[in-house]
């Protein structure tokens, strides 16, 4: 496996890509933002662990250009913000996780292996509909009536597993399991991100629900506004 690591404290750098390599990764390491994503660009590389505070271009910054050129490889953002606006911010920039530093080391391999292995939904020959919905699950596409919702793997997985189970309870364990596999070191605060960004942009608000949150157990799609 390949893996970029952007960060800009050399001393950690030096010590992050020793533990890379020791960990059997093929891991090149970059001090800045624009070498960040040159080097992301031109280097096919399966996973980019990217600091948030990086100089010349911060990480969100990276993270939207890569998105925005059409890297497809995973991206795990490193940062001392923990705020839940922070990770929303984070994943909206085109990240698939997020960890705080602050980490181990072993959690950090954990969910690169984890990355690396992402599953997305089989592709299904057919469109979901609800409420003022439409997902294509052949071509990965949801509409908000005529306007296409510009939705990342995730969160279009994590759509399309709420919209199959309209009217069911699902625990955070459960969507932990299916959206990001059961042995995937993602942490609840991550899916509870993905979860708000959906929401998002999905336009939800008190007058317009889509997913429910139930107290003490999970979250529910409606089978209408509520």
Known sequence: MKILLAEDDQRLGKLMLKMLKKE???????????????????????????????????????????????????????????????????????????????????????????????????????ILKTHDLSIDLTNHLAKKGDMPLKLTPREFQLLVYFVKNTGRVLSKENILARVWEEDSEVTFNTMEAYVKLLRKKLGQSKRNSYIKTIRGLGYMWVEDHV
């Open 24 to 126: 059997q990764f093929t891991a090149d390491w970059v001090e800045d933002g624009i070498s960040a994503l040159d080097q992301a660009l031109t280097g096919d590389y399966d996973v980019i662990v990217l600091d948030w505070m990086l100089p010349e271009r911060d990480g969100i910054q990276v993270s939207k250009a890569l998105r925005e050129d059409g890297y497809n490889g995973a991206i795990l953002m490193l940062t001392a913000r923990g705020s839940l606006d922070d990770r929303v911010c984070g994943l909206d920039a085109g990240a698939d996780d997020y960890m705080m530093k602050p980490f181990a080391f072993e959690e950090l391999f954990a969910r690169i292996r984890s990355l690396s292995r992402r599953n997305f939904f089989p592709i299904d020959h057919d």
